[in-house]
């Protein structure tokens, strides 16, 4: 069969479908992968086909230069963890649902980019469109040729888990739905209906372990994690076992995107872990260097690593939460410490506090002196290793990429239609 692979254009939010991608290639089935220009050189160097559609969008530019209201949250910096009890709430709930198709879906999902993946899509016919749960592109071109389509989501379904309690409380109080709306017509541009499988894909794949996948009524596909970093080389430093506990720090690949807003000031960071007996790797860019200055003598600076390389000889690592790096820190069994502060980061925190796979510290309190305690706490408390190790076994559970695809072959031919 063919497969159409979509994502819009950020690393983070591609990379974790590579694997899936090689396991559907190795089986023999076709694979193109369709994004902004942008992303052609991340999907060439995976060795994928790349198919360029649309012009590049700025989400990033737009998200940075959001500015809220005097008493808001800025929308960089939502917090969206079930836990908080304002985040089922009408207010939040209905800010929510009425800016994120403006804000972020339509800027994500340009027009162009739309109107040129549904004209590939009816020139290639793929049978099975899978997309990255922010692109919804990707179900408007399975649509527009009636093919199977689904959900890989590289997080906790928060976002559908926030569309559900919506439209439930819509139901009762009235009112319109602005996703409906604008999705709506992006489809009817294209001579297709809104429906739910727009927003929601025929089924999920789900790479999150069992203890982070939030309950959904969604039909599921679970499936494990398989880390890949992108083109990787392993450095000589790297092939030598450590010789003391080694340490990563790390912000993630879209801060170096723009997205300052993930990262908090790195300034004096390291002011106090100087005198431990420990190697810290902090992956920095030369923005992110400078910020910096002087670094102590334990500190390894490097601009990048592969960390499905680094991570599996490291005994903990402390990073900002995002899903790529958290869920390559739980295949490799590491510790983890995170300061979130954005979206999904807050709750995937928390759960691995609560687990015992790691710590979570807000990134507003995080000080020179709360990465030291953190660390001294990961190192020094047995029960982290153990639980970080728990949480690895609870992914590898799940089953791999090559185990799915007779799965995802079954599901196509379930719910392909005829061309619209």
């Not at 139901?171 to 017509?185: F, I, K, N, P, T």
């Not at 995080?366 to 290793?385: D, M, Q, W």
Request: charged letters at 20%.
């Amino acid at each position: 069969m063919r497969v159409l692979f979509t994502s819009f254009a950020l690393d983070a939010h591609y990379l974790g479908s590579v694997p899936l991608a090689w396991a559907l290639r190795a089986a023999g089935h076709e694979v193109r992968v369709a994004s902004q220009p942008a992303l052609t050189g991340t999907v060439t160097s995976a060795g994928l086909t790349a198919v360029p559609v649309g012009e590049d969008h700025r989400l990033l530019e737009a998200m940075a230069a959001s500015a809220a209201q005097p008493g808001e949250t800025p929308w960089n910096a939502v917090d969206l963890d079930p836990a908080r009890p304002e985040v089922g709430s009408w207010p939040f709930l209905e800010a929510l649902n009425d800016r994120l198709p403006s804000m972020f879906f339509a800027r994500a999902n340009t027009e162009s980019m739309i109107d040129d993946l549904v004209d590939f899509a009816r020139d290639w016919r793929p049978d099975l469109v899978i997309w990255e749960p922010f692109t919804l592109a990707g179900a408007v071109a399975a649509k527009a040729v009636g093919a199977a389509h689904a959900r890989l989501l590289w997080g906790a379904d928060l976002f559908l888990n926030q569309r559900v309690a919506y439209l439930r409380m819509l139901a009762a109080r009235g009112g319109s739905d602005a996703l409906a709306d604008w999705l709506g017509g992006v489809l009817d541009r294209h001579g297709l209906f809104f429906d739910e499988t727009a927003v929601r894909g025929q089924w999920t794949i789900d790479m999150m372990p069992a203890s982070i996948r939030l309950p959904s009524e969604e039909l599921t596909v679970p499936m494990r994690y398989v880390p890949y970093n992108g083109t990787a080389v392993v450095p000589d430093w790297l092939r030598r076992p450590p010789t003391r506990p080694r340490v990563c720090l790390t912000v993630g690949l879209t801060a170096r995107g723009g997205a300052n807003y993930l990262v908090g000031n790195l300034g004096g960071l390291f002011d106090a872990i100087g005198d431990l007996d420990v190697e810290i790797v902090a992956t920095l860019n030369a923005a992110q260097r400078a910020e910096v200055a002087a670094l102590p003598d334990n500190v390894r600076a490097v601009d990048f690593v592969p960390l499905h390389a680094l991570l599996p000889t490291c005994s903990a690592i402390a990073h900002h939460g995002g899903a790529g790096t958290w869920s390559t820190a739980v295949a490799s069994g590491v510790p983890q410490m995170i300061f979130p502060s954005v979206w999904d980061n807050a709750y995937r925190a928390r759960r691995t506090a609560e687990i015992g796979a790691g710590i979570a510290v807000p990134q507003q309190e995080l000080t020179p002196a709360a990465l030291r305690e953190g660390l001294l706490r990961l190192l020094g408390e047995p029960g982290f290793a153990e639980g970080a190790d728990r949480l690895r076994r609870e992914m590898t559970n799940d089953p791999s990429p090559a185990e799915v695809v007779v799965t995802l072959e079954k599901l196509t031919a379930q719910h392909q239609e005829f061309d619209a």
